[in-house]
């Protein structure tokens, strides 16, 4: 992949990266298995337990 394709591609990323909610992904491993996943997005938490 040369420069011009590599610097393509992080404008690319970047633009999905900016449409994504603003917020904070959280996950928790217990004993080598995830526990919990708690999303934020603008302020408004839930949570997902396996």
Do not use: C, D, Y
């Amino acid at each position: 992949m040369e420069l011009s394709e590599m610097q393509a591609r992080v404008t690319e990323l970047e633009q999905q990266i900016f449409a994504l909610p603003t917020g904070s992904i959280t996950k928790k491993t217990v004993n080598g298995k995830v526990s919990i996943i708690s999303f934020t997005f603008l302020s408004t938490p839930f949570t997902i337990s396996p």
